[in-house]
């Protein structure tokens, strides 16, 4: 029974809008599941081939055995998407951006579906939406008992610097300093004008979920709440997200899958002794950069799984995005090496070699001070895993379901 002022449990709803990228739409899955573990309606929304790509990949738990989980997909006028050009001096996946400029058009069918649910017996509906869709549900004003959080699955690391500088550089707020020598973004006109768009919709927010923990995101996660000219204090870190050691259902005898031979292969070798290498879905490698990551790997005598996805066909992609990927291993304790990839193109003046790969593999797999790196990592590792729940829940999930049943 709920206490007095405080909403039944079944008179919350929850809606996400999930963007059309694999990094996105997997981590808004893996929330999805939390929220709804806590017996709340979940209303997960893309378009058609995109709710089929989440449902298909995501690991550690079958979407279709929840029952309060309920997709949506609305469809999209047809785009066309050119082939994909991995040795293109642009690094952002072209061939994807058709689908993200489309999914402008899921604004009215969202509008639709929040009006629908908002008129049933919901007293509260919680609208959780991708930082990129802000435009998608740019009617919420519209829909009275309706609440909207942003959700981002980078870390707030990665957003500080952006954000400090919108928010118009606020007092009490340090700044960050990058790194010089880091490339700046460079992305396509087309995806300039979806970002403008996104900045000039307006809308009331009432708090930021962030796929990270204080164990990564600490101090960032402490400034971020000074941020309120984007209309909220109110931060949950709600991650990580990906459920890597509490995995609900053995997900390959779930699936009917066989286990892949590398991890028998893997199950063999000493521990610590195998470097994993992979890359997120948002980047493509060049023949070159290909070939000089096999020399440097192969010359740097150590053993390593290289998972090299194949060009996209379509709307299915390989992998989850690279930041996703940083916070999976540091949730089980692996090492981080970082390539920069979405980059300016004249930035060649620092592409990596063959050479440089071979040196950094050593010093991390075989040197006094890659152990202090890998002690480091699994430091990290513990600190993260201590951020959740017995049963695996982020603390930062339980207080954010506490926050929208108060």
């Not at 008179?11 to 963007?19: E, G």
């Not at 430091?379 to 954010?400: H, L, R, W, Y």
Request: charged share 20%.
């Amino acid at each position: 029974m709920a206490g007095a002022g405080k909403i039944p449990e079944e008179a919350v709803t929850v809606v996400m809008v999930a963007f059309p990228a694999q990094g996105h739409l997997n981590m808004l899955l893996h929330l999805a599941r939390l929220i709804a573990s806590y017996n709340i309606p979940v209303h997960y929304v893309c378009t058609p081939p995109h709710i089929r790509q989440a449902k298909l990949r995501v690991h550690g738990w079958n979407p279709d055995s929840i029952s309060n989980i309920h997709f949506h997909g609305f469809p999209v006028p047809h785009y066309e998407a050119p082939p994909p050009d991995p040795n293109s001096a642009q690094k952002v996946p072209v061939h994807q951006i058709p689908a993200i400029l489309s999914s402008v058009h899921l604004r009215d069918p969202v509008f639709q579906l929040m009006k629908t649910l908002s008129s049933s017996s919901t007293k509260r509906l919680v609208v959780i939406h991708d930082a990129l869709m802000t435009y998608v549900i740019g009617d919420i004003g519209l829909v009275p008992n309706a609440e909207s959080y942003a959700f981002s699955v980078s870390s707030a690391l990665c957003s500080y610097s952006a954000l400090w500088e919108l928010a118009g550089k606020p007092e009490g707020v340090p700044e960050f300093q990058l790194l010089q020598v880091l490339p700046r973004l460079n992305y396509p006109q087309e995806l300039q004008e979806f970002v403008r768009l996104l900045l000039g919709t307006k809308i009331t927010s009432s708090g930021t979920l962030i796929n990270s923990c204080t164990a990564i995101d600490g101090p960032f996660l402490d400034h971020r709440t000074k941020f309120k000219s984007f209309g909220s204090d109110k931060v949950w870190a709600v991650g990580p997200l990906h459920p890597l050691h509490h995995v609900m259902v053995n997900d390959e005898e779930d699936q009917g899958q066989q286990r892949h031979y590398c991890l028998d292969w893997l199950d063999k070798q000493a521990p610590h002794s195998v470097i994993f290498v992979t890359f997120g879905s948002s980047t493509t490698l060049s023949d070159e950069e290909i070939k000089e990551m096999a020399i440097g790997l192969e010359k740097s005598k150590q053993k390593f799984l290289w998972v090299l996805r194949d060009a996209d066909k379509g709307d299915i992609s390989n992998h989850e995005g690279g930041d996703d990927q940083v916070k999976e291993v540091l949730r089980v304790g692996l090492p981080v090496l970082p390539e920069f990839l979405s980059s300016d193109p004249h930035a060649e003046k620092i592409q990596v070699t063959s050479k440089d790969i071979e040196n950094t593999v050593r010093k991390l797999m075989d040197s006094a001070e890659g152990h202090q790196m890998r002690q480091r990592a699994q430091e990290v590792s513990i600190a993260v895993k201590a951020s959740t729940m017995d049963n695996g829940t982020p603390f930062g999930v339980d207080s954010f379901v506490a926050h929208i049943r108060r």
